[in-house]
Nanobody, 110 residues
Framework: VQVVESGGGLVQPGGSLSVSCTVS???????MSWVRQAPGKGLEWVASFYNDVGKSYYEDSVKGRFTISVDNGLNTQYLQMTSLKFEDTAMYYC?????WGQGTQVTVSS
């Protein structure tokens, strides 16, 4: 399984940013998730999309600000982030049942 993440970068508080993750090879897409790790902290689940029911789930602190979406034809998942806060600064990883991305950095700073 090959995973390529892209997007991320530096954004001011209140700004928006998107990250994406394209998966190739033999993989399970039962669920597609985003996980993040802030500096000096552990992994934190952010959001998941379950393909069998077409539903999304979000960690409370990102509800209403982040949107997870999936293009199964392109084997790509996205995370659109709005109203970004300092505390959203982290390395963001895409993850599924049998894959894990290399991570892309999102930094919220003025």
């Amino acid at each position: 399984v090959q995973v390529v993440e892209s997007g991320g970068g530096l954004v001011q508080p209140g700004g928006s940013l998107s990250v994406s993750c394209t998966v190739s090879g033999t993989f399970s897409s039962y669920y597609m998730s985003w996980v993040r790790q802030a500096p000096g902290k552990g992994l934190e689940w952010v959001a998941s999309f379950y393909n069998d029911v077409g539903k999304s789930y979000y960690e409370d602190s990102v509800k209403g600000r982040f949107t997870i979406s999936v293009d199964n034809g392109l084997n790509t998942q996205y995370l659109q982030m709005t109203s970004l806060k300092f505390e959203d600064t982290a390395m963001y990883y895409c993850a599924g049942p049998n894959y894990w991305g290399q991570g892309t950095q999102v930094t919220v700073s003025s």
